[in-house]
């Protein structure tokens, strides 16, 4: 008899049972009811005592635990999903008269029934449906085309707002469709973050949660602080439901869902137009976006008798609001200088108040722009900001026009080095060339390298960093590594690198050490080549030595580079300055070849193409894993390849070509088989 059958594992069951019901409970109140009934740290001490009980107890843990919220989980692919209810998109409008005329129909085809209508807010973000069985989430997808969507529940059950069990009273059976919104203050802390890592900050909440649900690793969806606002509840033939969709949302709240607390049942037009009236204005003090206001009929079993176009249905409507737009004097322009050299023109606007805050600066973006809107000296620009966090410039206000304005004459020299500005031909953007002598290239190289998925030196901030440039002690990234003890204690007018911070930033100098060698090359900054392009040149050439003889044509070769990235590559290697920026970065110890773990010579002389998904392995750790195994990866099928390693969803081209040429087919399984050690 196995020794461990024998436990009594019931306590434990129940320990488990009853911890997660209180998280649970805990996370309600923060969540729906803005009660915080401990303090963060109790909390915490909480969930991890339930994750090391399902650590140790594995076949006890709970599919929707709350520990799935933190999320972990990697979703290789989006499955396809038809969904059992169409997702219908709604008529809308930004005419007043056009929800009078809706109203007016509305009141004619139901023929002096009596009704009512509910007005909400309509949510600026991604529409999903979530189906719900025995009270419990068994599914999460997005609208996509309205009649398939994409199976999004890992990345669902991290948003604390998803219920993954239902509270009290529930129907067995229904879907509860909604929208994942990014408040505000995460969205702006999430791009707070990316610019610190030398990414570029997203554009919109709207966009950002998008992008959010379709992240593979569900730990990432969950850093990201998404909200999921009820509207709307569903279920089958048999199952029933409140007579009034007024009356679904109030039970769906007491399910445990968030659902809009500004719904409001109108009886009339007048009571509709003074809804939008009202929350065309207060729209800008809510936590989110909203981009106008739903008027539905109340009563549900109405909603059959007015039908449906072939698109949407005639019992609702949306009204959309129109986007905020101010016209304000252009005062100046200031040109800004990215880290590679880029040139951006900003505008300096006469303070003015647009959609909750005071603009008085928005981006022109380049002299295309300028001489596209055909801005000249002394304009009143027209500024939107609508459903977008960032103000825009949409136009020129002509009727403020002075007689004789002369068009912008767009800056030709570097504003903070005088080197004359170039243009790529293929750019919009001109560059400052002079990339290793102009303070903010400089300032933001350094920043780059010094960042979370570069060489992840924290104690490095902006600050810290224009300190030591002022200082003298740190020209070029190099120069982090000869820092001495000595040179920082003391350091700033206000004295504010003491022991211990100096001894705190001299550590987190010497772990980057141990950075891994493609995140150093990614950390270089080389023009084009991000986090994915980094990893690709890393694990094709090996090394920095042979990835700095290489040719432009070796360069290309590599998959998903391309000539353009292939050229600025060679370029970079081949100034004299930055290969002694290399060497020194070696001689202070820095990771110059990758340490992939070896695999043996299984795949030796083998021409592998990989196409599909795998459960074991992502495309890219498959590709590495046959060269590890001495194998050659290609990217298309021809009679010099030895295998077509076929996932899920094999691309059908590749299929065809390899049957007709008889290339043999090579599953997952068969491949761990034939590279496991014997």
Same mark, same amino acid.
């Given at each position: 008899?196995?020794?461990?059958s024998?436990?009594?594992?019931e306590p434990?069951?129940r320990?488990m049972e ?6 649970d409970r805990?996370n309600?109140?923060y ?8 303090s ?6 909480m969930l ?5 009980l399902e ?7 709970s ?29 809308n409008?930004y ?6 005329e809706?109203?007016a129909?509305?009141?004619?085809l139901l023929?002096g029934?009596e009704f009512s209508?509910?007005?909400e807010l ?11 069985r025995h009270?419990?989430?068994v599914?999460a997808v997005?609208r996509?085309n309205?009649?398939v ?9 991290? =948003? ?7 509270r009290?009273d529930?129907?067995?059976d229904?879907?509860?469709r ?6 505000f203050?995460?969205?702006?802390a999430?791009?707070?973050q990316r610019?610190a890592d030398g990414?570029?900050?997203?554009a919109?909440?709207?966009n950002a ?5 379709k992240?593979q ?9 998404l909200?999921?606002c ?10 029933a439901?409140?007579g ?5 949302l109030q039970?769906a709240?007491?399910?445990?869902f968030k659902v809009?607390?500004?719904?409001k049942?109108?009886?009339n =037009?007048?009571?509709i137009?003074a809804f939008i ?7 800008w ?7 106008g ?5 109340n009563q549900?079993?109405?909603?059959d008798?007015?039908?449906?176009t ?5 019992w609702?409507i ?10 304000t004097?252009?005062?100046s ?13 900003v ?7 647009l959609?909750?805050?005071?603009v ?5 973006v380049?002299a295309?722009?300028?001489q596209?809107?055909?801005i000249?000296q002394?304009d009143?620009l027209?500024?939107?900001k609508?459903?977008?966090i960032?103000p825009k410039?949409?136009?020129?206000d002509?009727?403020r026009r002075a007689p004789g304005?002369?068009? =912008?004459?767009?800056a ?8 004359p ?6 750019e919009?953007?001109?560059y400052?060339?002079n ?5 903010p290239?400089?300032?933001g190289r350094?920043e ?7 060489m992840d ?8 960093l224009e300190?030591?440039?002022?200082a ?6 190099a120069?982090i590594?000869t ?13 504010t690198?003491?022991d211990?911070s100096a001894?705190?930033l001299?550590a ?6 141990d ?7 990614f950390a270089?900054?080389?023009r ?18 042979s990835?700095?003889a290489a ?8 998959e998903d ?9 060679y370029e970079?290697?081949?100034?004299p ?8 970065l070696?001689?202070?110890?820095l ?10 010579t299984q ?14 392995f992502?495309?890219d750790?498959i ?6 195994h001495?194998g050659?990866?290609?990217?298309s ?14 691309g059908?081209e ?9 290339v043999?087919?090579l599953?997952?399984s ?9």
């Amino acid at each position: 008899m196995d020794l461990f059958s024998s436990i009594d594992t019931e306590p434990v069951r129940r320990q488990m049972e009853t911890l997660a019901e209180e998280i649970d409970r805990l996370n309600h109140e923060y969540y729906m009811n803005d009660r915080s009934l401990i303090s963060d740290q109790e909390f915490d001490a909480m969930l991890r005592q339930l994750q090391d009980l399902e650590r140790q107890y594995p076949e006890l843990a709970s599919p929707l635990s709350p520990t799935k919220r933190v999320g972990g989980e990697v979703n290789k692919t989006f499955r396809q999903v038809e969904h059992r209810f169409p997702m219908l998109s709604l008529g809308n409008t930004y005419s007043i008269e056009e929800i009078e005329e809706f109203e007016a129909r509305t009141r004619k085809l139901l023929d002096g029934e009596e009704f009512s209508y509910t007005c909400e807010l309509k949510y600026d973000g991604v529409a999903i449906g979530l189906t719900y069985r025995h009270g419990r989430l068994v599914q999460a997808v997005t609208r996509g085309n309205g009649a398939v969507g994409d199976d999004i529940t890992l990345n669902a059950k991290t =948003i604390p707002t998803i219920p993954l069990r239902l509270r009290g009273d529930y129907p067995d059976d229904f879907e509860a469709r909604g929208e994942v919104v990014y408040p505000f203050d995460a969205f702006e802390a999430m791009n707070r973050q990316r610019e610190a890592d030398g990414l570029e900050p997203f554009a919109n909440p709207r966009n950002a949660a998008s992008g959010s649900l379709k992240l593979q690793d569900s730990a990432e969806c969950a850093k990201r602080k998404l909200m999921f606002c009820m509207y709307f509840m569903m279920a089958p033939d048999g199952i029933a439901l409140p007579g009034t969709h007024y009356g679904r949302l109030q039970w769906a709240s007491q399910m445990g869902f968030k659902v809009q607390p500004y719904i409001k049942e109108c009886k009339n =037009i007048d009571e509709i137009k003074a809804f939008i009236d009202h929350w065309d204005r207060a729209r800008w003090d809510l936590p989110f976006g909203t981009d106008g206001i739903v008027i539905k009929v109340n009563q549900t079993a109405l909603w059959d008798r007015l039908g449906l176009t072939a698109k949407s249905p005639r019992w609702a409507i949306a009204y959309k609001f129109k986007a905020e737009r101010v016209s304000t004097p252009l005062l100046s322009i200031d040109y800004q200088v990215g880290r590679t050299g880029k040139v951006t023109p900003v505008a300096n606007l006469s303070p003015v108040h647009l959609g909750g805050t005071v603009v008085r600066r928005a981006t022109l973006v380049n002299a295309d722009f300028i001489q596209n809107f055909d801005i000249c000296q002394g304009d009143s620009l027209f500024i939107e900001k609508g459903g977008e966090i960032i103000p825009k410039v949409v136009g020129v206000d002509l009727d403020r026009r002075a007689p004789g304005a002369a068009p =912008i004459a767009y800056a030709d020299r570097c504003p903070e080095c005088g080197t004359p500005l170039v243009r790529i031909e293929g750019e919009a953007a001109h560059y400052c060339p002079n990339s290793d002598h102009c303070h903010p290239q400089l300032i933001g190289r350094l920043e780059h390298f010094v960042g979370r998925k570069a060489m992840d030196i924290e104690t490095l901030g902006p600050e810290r960093l224009e300190l030591l440039y002022k200082a003298g002690l740190v020209r070029d990234v190099a120069d982090i590594y000869t820092l001495r003890r000595e040179q920082l204690i003391g350091l700033g007018t206000d004295a504010t690198l003491q022991d211990k911070s100096a001894d705190n930033l001299l550590a987190a100098i010497e772990a980057s050490k141990d950075i891994p060698f493609e995140r150093v090359l990614f950390a270089l900054g080389i023009r084009y080549v991000g986090e994915v392009g980094a990893k690709k040149l890393a694990r094709y050439f090996k090394d920095m030595d042979s990835l700095m003889a290489a040719t432009e044509e070796e360069l290309a070769q590599v998959e998903d580079v391309g000539t353009v990235t292939a050229h600025a590559v060679y370029e970079w290697f081949a100034l004299p300055a930055h290969r002694a920026i290399v060497q020194r970065l070696r001689e202070a110890g820095l990771q110059m070849a990758g340490q992939w773990e070896a695999g043996g010579t299984q795949l030796e002389g083998m021409t592998i193409v990989v196409s599909g998904t795998f459960e074991h392995f992502s495309r890219d750790e498959i590709k590495a894993d046959i060269e590890r195994h001495g194998g050659k990866v290609s990217s298309s099928v021809s009679t010099k390849t030895t295998y077509l390693l076929a996932g899920e969803k094999t691309g059908p081209e590749k299929l065809k070509k390899a049957e007709r040429i008889g290339v043999p087919l090579l599953t997952e399984s068969q491949y761990i088989e034939m590279t496991a050690v014997t």
